[in-house]
C-alpha cells in the first residue's frame, strides 16, 4: 500500500506525490480536483488520479442519496477505467478533466464520446460503459481509497504516505469554489499540517445549499 501514495511532508518546500481519487460525476469532487491541480502551480506537488465509483460507495444501501436509479453513474467511471488500463494514468486524468469541464461546468451530461475525441481516443472505448469488464479495477481502486481513508467516506479521497511508510487516506476537502494562486498554496500548507497529525480525524461545518 505504501508504494502506491504519495509522502506527507513536514517542509512545505518538499516534493510531495498525492493520490486523488474521484467519481468524475461528483461536483464537489470536481472543485476539489481544481483546487489540487492549481496547488501544483505553487507547490511541488504531483498528483496521481485514481478511480472509485458512487455506483460501488451506494450499492449497499437502501436509498439512493444520487438518484441514480438506471445506474448511468457506472457508465463515466468504467469509461476511466478503461482509459487508464490502456493508456495509463496521465491520460486518466486528461479525461477527468475532460469530462469534469463537461459535466460540471458546461452542464452536459452526455459528454463521453465528446471528452474521447478531444483527447484523440478512439469511439470504440464507448462500449465500456455497457460492459462489466472494467468493474473489477474499479472495485479494486475504490476499495484502496476506502482502507486509507475508512468506510464513512465519499469521493474524493486524497492519499499520502509518512516517512515512516504508514499510508493515510482523507475524504475531501470539500471546497467551492476552488481557491486559486497562493490561496489555493495555504491551503495544501494547511491540510498537510493536519495530515501529519496522526491523532487528526475531521473538521467539517455545514455546507449551504
Given amino acids: 500500500m505504501a ?14 506525490t498525492v493520490d486523488f481519487w474521484f467519481d ?4 464537489y469532487t470536481w472543485t476539489a480536483s481544481r483546487w489540487l491541480a492549481e496547488v501544483t502551480t505553487v507547490r ?5 488520479w485514481r478511480v472509485m465509483s458512487l455506483s460501488v460507495l451506494n450499492e449497499h444501501r437502501a436509498d439512493d442519496p444520487e438518484g441514480d436509479p438506471e445506474g448511468y453513474l457506472w457508465a463515466p ?4 477505467a478503461a482509459v487508464e488500463r490502456h493508456y495509463g494514468e496521465r491520460a486518466l486524468g486528461e479525461l477527468f478533466t475532460a469530462l469534469g469541464t463537461r ?18 481516443l478512439p469511439a470504440g472505448l464507448l462500449a465500456a460503459t455497457g460492459s462489466a469488464e472494467y468493474d473489477a479495477a474499479i472495485r479494486a481502486s475504490h476499495a484502496r ?3 486509507l481513508a475508512g468506510t464513512e467516506v465519499g469521493t474524493p479521497v486524497l492519499g499520502l504516505t509518512g516517512p515512516d511508510g504508514t499510508a493515510r487516506g482523507f475524504f475531501g476537502p470539500i471546497v467551492s469554489p476552488a ?7 495555504r491551503l495544501w500548507d494547511g491540510f498537510l499540517l493536519l495530515a501529519n497529525t496522526p ?11
Fill in 24 to 27: 468524475p460525476a461528483c461536483p
Fill in 77 to 80: 467511471v468504467r469509461i476511466c
Fill in 179 to 185: 481557491p486559486t494562486g497562493q490561496r489555493a498554496g
Fill in 3 to 16: 508504494a502506491e501514495t504519495g509522502y506527507l511532508v513536514g517542509d512545505m518546500s518538499t516534493e510531495c
Fill in 145 to 147: 481509497a476506502i482502507a
Fill in 103 to 120: 459535466f460540471h461546468d458546461r452542464g452536459e451530461w452526455d459528454a463521453l464520446p465528446g471528452a474521447l475525441a478531444e483527447l484523440g
Fill in 199 to 209: 491523532q487528526f480525524y475531521e473538521l467539517k461545518r455545514a455546507r449551504p445549499a
Fill in 44 to 48: 511541488p506537488v504531483r498528483i496521481r
